[in-house]
């Protein structure tokens, strides 16, 4: 029987150890909480995963190139000119914002019991490993203190990758070698999400490591053209009850992985039934949500050797309560009045080529669209034996995203690291001359602020903070780049879930879903 996890931080802060003299440049990430996290559990203390991060290849990368040694007897050259060049500006936003953003995204939310010596022990197990990270002799014999798992960072030629370097005699992986092309390097919410899912791979979120856990099924489905391919889902018990939270589908047995069509079943969730998850398929520069959900956590926590901490959730909205349904079914278009929030109606040219719409996460704007060049979604029949039509979704493009975009796209939007998506109603712009004087220019990206359970928006030429109720909606004053129209207020849990918030009440409906989801969990594992 397994003891119940309960585990609620108060404050939660990122802490990098500095090197010190003649020691490794080595980087130590992790969460410090205010509260006691230990939990006793068969008389095993559980507590928070601390990752460092080892610098060395980077640095060595750097030296290389400022010395005109381009390459060594075991590694790749790294790229010393043009704009894959590894700058010092590129080494400070990689170690000292994003990887402390993606790392604490995990650190947050699993937990693991440490050695009894307070350190890992790093002996490879993969040769890609000994072919990019020079490892010292100390990590193999008296290992790296303080830490739960050790991640190399490097900056090669070669394309980004992650692998998994060393494993504990319980099977947790306990060092991982991450490769980041320097072009790609930005320091965006988007780019850190791509790191804490890169992350989550070398954690153990792999399918054939699941697999040989006995987390997975497989069975075998015929498509149109009546070629053979494999099915794989995860039938693990804490994965399977958060799925059916999530979907609200009680006589749910399984969590589809996703398919490809061309290389077979990959490591992520299914992209038609979790499209905004954080472990889902995603596309370099296209905008998405990758959420945190209880959905990967639970996967973690069917590992065993991590615990989840449920309270972290993030909630999505793609399929969340939708039912049975949606798993199943074939796509359904918004003018069937199912699944209309996150499904859109591409059989209208208005909507398909002019008025902007909100993607499903809120943090972009987009089109509705089913062309193959947009990478629409496909979807399997519930019994897995013939492959549906495209579904349509709004997508975005690299020009139309609310954090980064370009105005110019985005007429009415503000831009910026706390924008979100928000629906507009018949709002036109005072200055139409970029636009169409007829056009009614769809929804809009805001500012958003997030306090005590509350929503304000601060909307394109007004600087006033307002406050936006969820079921009511917006007059822009006559001030602001609006002539008419109305601003709509969305939910809480789909605007707030990753800004910086005061916590919202116990009672607000967000919180509410996750403790009761943590209860359930915790009952069934009782």
């Not at 080529?353 to 943090?363: A, E, G, I």
Request: proline share 4%; glycine share 6%.
């Amino acid at each position: 029987m397994r003891n119940k996890t309960n585990y609620t931080p108060s404050s939660v802060s990122i802490v990098r150890e500095l090197p010190q003299s003649g020691k490794s440049i080595v980087s130590l990430y992790t969460t410090t909480i205010t509260t006691t996290t230990a939990v006793k559990s068969d008389e095993e203390d559980w507590m928070p995963i601390r990752i460092h991060v080892s610098s060395d290849e980077l640095d060595r990368a750097m030296r290389r190139c400022s010395s005109g040694v381009t390459g060594s007897s075991h590694r790749h050259s790294p790229s010393c000119r043009g704009g894959n060049v590894l700058t010092p500006q590129k080494r400070d936003i990689l170690l000292n914002e994003l990887l402390p953003a993606a790392i604490a995204l995990h650190s947050e939310r699993l937990l693991v019991v440490r050695s009894r010596f307070n350190s890992v022990i790093i002996q490879f197990i993969s040769e890609m490993c000994y072919t990019y990270v020079e490892l010292p002799a100390a990590y193999e014999s008296v290992g790296v203190v303080q830490a739960d798992f050790v991640l190399f960072v490097l900056a090669e030629t070669v394309a980004p990758f992650v692998v998994i370097c060393s494993e504990a005699d319980d099977g947790r992986p306990t060092s991982a070698a991450m490769n980041f092309a320097p072009a790609d390097i930005v320091n965006t919410r988007l780019f850190t999400r791509i790191i804490a899912h890169n992350l989550a791979h070398a954690l153990g979120f792999d399918v054939r490591r699941i697999s040989g856990m006995g987390m997975t099924a497989r069975s075998g489905i015929t498509t149109t053209t009546a070629e053979e391919r494999v099915m794989f889902t995860v039938n693990s018990h804490s994965t399977v009850e958060a799925a059916k939270w999530h979907y609200g589908c009680s006589s749910l047995r399984e969590m589809r992985l996703d398919h490809n069509m061309a290389v077979g079943v990959s490591s992520h969730w299914d992209g038609y039934i979790a499209k905004d998850e954080l472990m889902s398929p995603y596309t370099t520069g296209e905008p998405s949500g990758m959420f945190y959900t209880i959905l990967t956590l639970s996967l973690f926590e069917d590992m065993k050797f991590y615990r989840a901490n449920y309270i972290m959730a993030e909630t999505m909205r793609w399929g969340n309560h939708s039912g049975c349904g949606f798993l199943s079914g074939d796509c359904v278009e918004k003018d069937e009045g199912k699944h209309s929030d996150v499904f859109c109606d591409s059989s209208s040219v208005a909507t398909r080529t002019t008025t902007l719409q909100c993607t499903s996460d809120r943090f972009a704007l987009g089109h509705c669209t089913r062309s193959l060049s947009s990478q629409p979604i496909s979807v399997f029949s519930a019994e897995h034996r013939e492959e549906k039509r495209e579904c349509a979704v709004v997508k975005a493009t690299a020009a139309t995203v609310c954090e980064n975009g370009s105005e110019a796209h985005m007429p009415g939007s503000r831009i910026g690291n706390i924008s979100r998506c928000l629906k507009g109603d018949a709002l036109r712009l005072r200055d139409v001359s970029t636009i169409d004087i007829h056009s009614i220019i769809g929804d809009i990206c805001a500012n958003v602020k997030c306090e005590g359970g509350k929503v304000s928006v601060q909307y394109k030429g007004d600087d006033h903070w307002y406050e936006c109720k969820e079921g009511s909606s917006i007059s822009p004053s006559v001030t602001s780049a609006f002539s008419s129209g109305r601003i709509v207020c969305p939910p809480y849990s789909e605007v707030c879930m990753d800004l910086p918030i005061q916590p919202p009440p116990v009672e607000a409906v967000v919180m509410e879903e996750v403790y009761n989801f943590t209860s359930s969990i915790n009952l069934i594992n009782s």
